[in-house]
């Protein structure tokens, strides 16, 4: 008679286990899919309205007693906004001398680090074995697994 063996068991040994160094490599890859996704200017930052359009909206009896629109300081935020990255080239320009962004450092925190559940964000005291993923509850595990373990990476 054969004896039973636990579903589990046989599961983990067929799992892949990545090592801290392929975990590091895997997650600034990550990061850096991120950036390459977040990061995009305003397509319709450039785009200036034709006075000719007409204004459908409008009829001739309020057009007589209007006032010149003025524009707020809300569409100029708008209009002239930059990125992070302009944003710290300009203060490097104008303020080279410390202390400015370039300069600024902070000491290691002395308290321990704190850890994230990957799925959730709440404080999470478990880690997936094969990823290292942090994660907090059995649900999160799921979604963690069924979305996010070893899935598209490079």
Avoid at 14 to 21: H, I
Avoid at 23 to 45: G, I, M
Avoid at 67 to 84: E, H, I, L, V
Avoid at 119 to 128: E, I
């Amino acid at each position: 008679m054969a004896a039973r063996e636990s579903g589990r068991i046989k599961d983990a040994n067929q799992k892949r286990v990545l090592d801290e160094a392929a975990r590091k490599r895997r997650a600034r890859k990550a990061v850096e899919a991120l950036e390459r996704d977040n990061f995009h200017d305003d397509p319709h930052a450039d785009l200036v309205m034709s006075k000719k359009v007409p204004k459908f909206q409008e009829t001739l009896e309020s057009q007589r007693g209007r006032k010149k629109k003025t524009k707020g300081a809300d569409y100029y935020k708008q209009r002239f906004r930059k990125n992070f990255a302009q944003l710290v080239e300009e203060d490097r320009g104008h303020n080279p001398n410390p202390p400015n962004y370039w300069s600024a450092q902070a000491p290691p925190s002395k308290r321990p680090e704190r850890h994230f559940c990957a799925v959730c964000g709440f404080p999470s005291n478990y880690t997936c074995i094969p990823c290292g993923a942090r994660y907090c509850s059995v649900r999160c595990l799921g979604t963690h697994l069924d979305t996010r373990c070893l899935k598209w990476t490079a």
